[in-house]
């Protein structure tokens, strides 16, 4: 079991920045996938940002040159640096979890079902 929580989410003007952290804990240790993902009201929730436990990272077209994925391995926190908002990042941001495995980068689709934890969410509204 892997228990996520988010922070940092807010309210912020276009061309802003914010840091979102999630806090991991349970049986995280070795070969776990983390990615971002976010949900805007009324639409599917899509991913943003994954990395592996090597450091890979992966990343929406939408999002890519203005977001950064890290993690620090010591705090069992994963982050993403969100930066150059536009109001149409406003949406909830959810923190994702599962153990790697097969097929070998399965984690870089970015693909909902692929996960099987997750963190309760932190909203991100960017105003115009």
């Known amino acids: 079991q892997v228990h996520l929580v988010e922070s940092g989410g807010g309210s912020v003007q276009a061309g802003g920045s914010l840091r979102l952290s999630c806090a991991a804990s349970?049986?995280?240790?070795?070969?776990?996938?983390v990615a971002w993902f976010r949900q805007a009201l009324g639409k599917k929730r899509e991913g943003v940002a994954g990395i592996d436990s090597d450091g890979n990272t992966a990343y929406a077209d939408s999002v890519k040159g203005r977001f950064a994925i890290s993690q620090d391995s010591a705090k069992n926190t994963l982050y993403l640096q969100m930066n150059s908002l536009k109001p149409e990042d406003t949406a909830m941001y959810y923190c994702?979890?599962?153990?790697?495995?097969?097929?070998?980068?399965?984690?870089?689709?970015?693909?909902?079902?692929?996960?099987?934890?997750w963190g309760q969410g932190t909203q991100v509204t960017v105003s115009s």
């Open positions: 994702a979890a599962d153990y790697d495995g097969e097929p070998l980068g399965w984690w870089a689709r970015l693909r909902e079902a692929d996960f099987g934890y």
């Open positions: 349970g049986r995280i240790a070795g070969g776990i996938c």
